[in-house]
């Protein structure tokens, strides 16, 4: 017989990257009791692990000018970001960056002469940005959560929102082992839960699965930004492994078939891809033009982001050489709850988000920094909110109705298949062209 499982706790945070450890950290260190979930494991799991590139920083003690700034990130969002969170993100960036450090995350030095920080424009930045470790930013989050006495619980997927009287008050899921259930009644709720990806052809994206969104959007919260894709290039040898992708995103030199370059002025966007839909290709990443300070640069950075996955297909950018890359390949979607203040509360009330679960549409600063803001804030707009309510009371009957909502697919024979659903999705938005090349009419709605 399936047991249940009841847990209170004045705020339930779901999803254990760096937005759901940061919300869950500062929320704890107000007094709050705070209950972390996460469908893998926090510290191991989720985009926060993959994450192996840099760590954006905004410092004007560095030189780093804001408007130049805040122009790029305007320009590269396509004038769509949101100006608001724009600024947070980066007059706020130095404040995550000190914070993560503090709680242990290690910044390595590569370069003696520049230290931890990659000067500015030495990329293509108008502003440093810290190296870090992949893999390395998640353990010491679990660490901090665990030592100011946040409850963590691993492994449990939760499926669907518990509402009361127009409000948030919780959730219900299961563990991964069973088909026990897990009542959670919260004075807050915040989806930490990443962004969603649609697995295209070659992608190695598979973890995206947009469970936050759609358990949100059911209960009635608005959602924005999904058009706001990406595209990762891969190698052409290896389209759905992550080898080399430091050295194309460090060193952005690409040509095309009759050997002319194609401007390209970050590590994701469209120039690559409207180089193959113009018939270009092949398109080659070429390190035979990189100077031996550039390759040096490449290779120190390959060590600490994807040096195991390039070991394992043979790719050492010391030899140089000119290789042939894929296009239109693993897009990631924005699409994230709307944002109805700067502390992360959504439409829905008790509700928050934070990370890229919140959409403030292309105006992050880097995945990591604009995470652990987010996070700080929703943490404070959580804590507010709750000093504002009165007793937390969740109706037996919407418990029960929520979960049998959960179980349902159980009883079933038969039905779609998450892998059938996919396939349908894939019909109708891939060719790339659909996905990623867009066109102005399509802002119009």
């Not at 994450?51 to 920083?57: E, K, Y």
């Not at 469970?211 to 959007?217: H, R």
């Not at 030199?253 to 120039?271: L, N, T």
């Not at 092949?282 to 550039?294: K, N, R, V």
């Amino acid at each position: 017989m399936p047991k249940e499982t009841i847990v209170e706790t004045d705020v339930l945070v779901l999803g254990g990257g760096v937005a759901g450890c940061t919300t869950a950290i500062k929320a704890r260190e107000q007094g709050l009791n705070v209950t972390l979930v996460d469908k893998a494991y926090v510290g191991k799991s989720g985009t926060t692990a993959a994450a192996g590139m840099r760590f954006s920083v905004f410092n004007p003690d560095f030189g780093d000018d804001y408007d130049e700034t805040f122009k790029m990130i305007t320009e590269g969002s396509g004038y769509l970001n949101d100006r608001v969170w724009t600024e947070i993100c980066i007059k706020e960036s130095w404040s995550a960056y000190e914070t993560l450090a503090s709680w242990g995350v290690e910044f390595p030095v590569e370069n003696k002469k520049e230290g931890v920080f990659v000067p500015k424009h030495k990329v293509d930045s108008p502003f440093a940005s810290a190296r870090i470790i992949r893999r390395g930013v998640p353990p010491p989050l679990r660490r901090q959560a665990e030592k100011v006495g946040v409850k963590i619980m691993d492994r449990i997927t939760v499926t669907d929102l518990l509402m009361q009287d127009g409000r948030v008050v919780g959730a219900v899921g299961f563990p991964l082992t069973s088909l026990d259930s897990i009542v959670y009644k919260a004075k807050a709720t915040v989806l930490c839960t990443g962004s969603w990806s649609l697995r295209t052809v070659g992608a190695e994206t598979h973890n995206m699965t947009g469970d936050g969104q759609a358990m949100a959007y059911r209960v009635g919260a608005e959602l924005t930004g999904g058009d706001m894709h990406s595209s990762h290039h891969g190698s052409a040898d290896y389209p759905s492994w992550r080898g080399g992708r430091a050295a194309r995103a460090i060193y952005r030199r690409f040509i095309d078939a009759e050997g002319k370059e194609i401007p390209y002025g970050f590590e994701v966007g469209p120039a690559v891809d409207i180089a193959f839909h113009e018939g270009r290709g092949p398109i080659y990443h070429d390190l035979d033009a990189a100077t031996d300070e550039e390759i040096e640069r490449v290779w120190q950075r390959q060590q600490n982001s994807d040096g195991m996955e390039s070991a394992r297909i043979g790719y050492d950018p010391r030899k140089r050489g000119k290789y042939k890359i894929s296009g239109g390949q693993d897009c990631t979607v924005g699409a994230g709850l709307w944002p109805a203040d700067t502390n992360c509360a959504t439409t829905i009330p008790g509700l928050f988000a934070a990370g890229d679960a919140l959409s403030i549409r292309s105006a992050a600063f880097g995945g990591l920094p604009s995470g652990t803001i987010m996070g700080t804030r929703a943490a404070k707009g959580a804590a507010e909110y709750i000093s504002k309510i009165g007793k937390l009371v969740v109706d037996e009957a919407e418990i029960a109705r929520v979960k049998k909502i959960m179980f349902e697919p159980a009883k079933r024979k038969g039905g779609f298949s998450p892998n059938w659903v996919t396939q349908l999705l894939l019909n109708t938005m891939v060719p790339y062209y659909v996905l990623l090349i867009q066109h102005g009419d399509r802002l119009q709605a």
